[in-house]
Antibody
Framework: EVQLVESGGGLVQPGGSLRLSCAASGFAFDNTWMDWVRQAPGKGLEWVANIKMDGSEMYYVDSVKGRFTISRDNAKNSLFLQLNSLRIEDTAVYYC??????WGHGTLVTVSS | DTQMTQSPSSLSAAVGDRVTISCRASHGIRNSVSWFQQKPGKAPKPLIYGASILQSGVPSKFSGSGSGTDFTLTISSLQPEDFATYFCLQYETYPRTFGPGTRVEIK
């Protein structure tokens, strides 16, 4: 059974940083593109970033370029999202996803002073 | 960016009704569309990929069609567990983009 478990969310002040993690199991992690998707409270879904199987390619939505970094550790079946220079509008539930076909339950990031 | 529009934004339907939700891409994206169901407080559940291929375990009352710019999700006979919000997604171009969602409510 595919399992994706996010962690690392919390309350942070504007300009602060957080590192989100996603522990994956039940599938060939090292052969799967991985994505982060977010959802602001009461809003729709927004794709944030993804990373190729070997970590050689990463893509981002414009609103997070230069502030967020996606990475992975295939030896530990783990996906990460480093969030820097956080803004109030980054407040959202962040979902880890395996090729957008399997999703975790999400972790809440709240940016507020 | 490829913009995805959805219609209607919401609809009211009765149990047993046939429901159709449309999604339009701002330019051609072949068949690179997925559909998701989301209930309050829950993660999105993938229903369809490749515009028409049912995800494993998804009941056959769900079906998808379309190619190019126009796509459709159909629920053949609405059941109580189907009341939710539905999103389309294009994965042909970067950034990936979702439609704004269609809320399906009980009439």
């Amino acid at each position: 059974e595919v399992q994706l478990v996010e962690s690392g969310g919390g309350l942070v002040q504007p300009g602060g940083s957080l590192r989100l993690s996603c522990a994956a199991s039940g599938f060939a992690f090292d052969n799967t593109w991985m994505d982060w998707v977010r959802q602001a409270p009461g809003k729709g879904l927004e794709w944030v970033a993804n990373i190729k199987m070997d970590g050689s390619e990463m893509y981002y939505v414009d609103s997070v370029k230069g502030r967020f970094t996606i990475s992975r550790d295939n030896a530990k079946n783990s996906l990460f999202l480093q969030l820097n220079s956080l803004r109030i509008e980054d407040t959202a539930v962040y979902y880890c996803s395996a090729s957008l076909n399997h999703w975790g339950h999400g972790t809440l990031v709240t940016v507020s002073s | 960016d490829t913009q995805m529009t959805q219609s209607p934004s919401s609809l009211s339907a009765a149990v047993g009704d046939r429901v159709t939700i449309s999604c339009r891409a701002s330019h051609g994206i072949r068949n690179s569309v997925s559909w998701f169901q989301q209930k309050p407080g829950k993660a999105p559940k993938p229903l369809i990929y490749g515009a028409s291929i049912l995800q494993s375990g998804v009941p056959s009352k769900f079906s998808g069609s379309g190619s190019g710019t126009d796509f459709t999700l159909t629920i053949s006979s609405l059941q109580p567990e189907d009341f939710a919000t539905y999103f389309c997604l294009q994965y042909e171009t970067y950034p990936r983009t979702f439609g704004p969602g269609t809320r399906v409510e009980i009439k």
